[in-house]
Nanobody, 120 residues
């Protein structure tokens, strides 16, 4: 099992910045893909950014150039730096960790989510 704990959400003004962090514990050696998803009110959960083998691999188009996913200095910590925030970035952000064998998903773990609200 892998446990994920997010922190860093809150209220930001349009054009502002927020950093989210995700601390992973447990059987982290099984994880090879980690990233962030979000779910806005009334919408489905969407992928925001993911890393594979510690390298950023994918961003959803709406956040490219504004968000950056990176590995933290602390072991098993993943950050999401969010700049130039927009009201449409308002959502609950979830940390996601996956154990994959190629294209096959073996296990997937979710954090509890952290609310991000962008409003003036």
């Amino acid at each position: 099992q892998v446990q994920l704990v997010e922190s860093g959400g809150g209220l930001a003004q349009p054009g502002g910045s927020l950093n989210l962090s995700c601390a992973a514990s447990g059987s982290t050696f099984t994880v090879n893909v980690i990233g962030w998803f979000r779910q806005a009110p009334g919408k489905g959960r969407e992928m925001v950014a993911t890393m594979k083998y510690n390298k950023p691999v994918n961003y959803t188009d709406s956040v490219k150039g504004r968000f950056t996913i990176s590995r933290g200095n602390a072991e098993h910590t993943v950050w999401l730096q969010k700049n130039d925030l927009r009201p449409e970035d308002t959502a609950v952000y979830y940390c996601d960790a996956q154990a994959r064998a190629g294209a096959i998903l073996i296990n997937e773990y979710w954090g509890q989510g952290t609310q991000v609200t962008v409003s003036s």
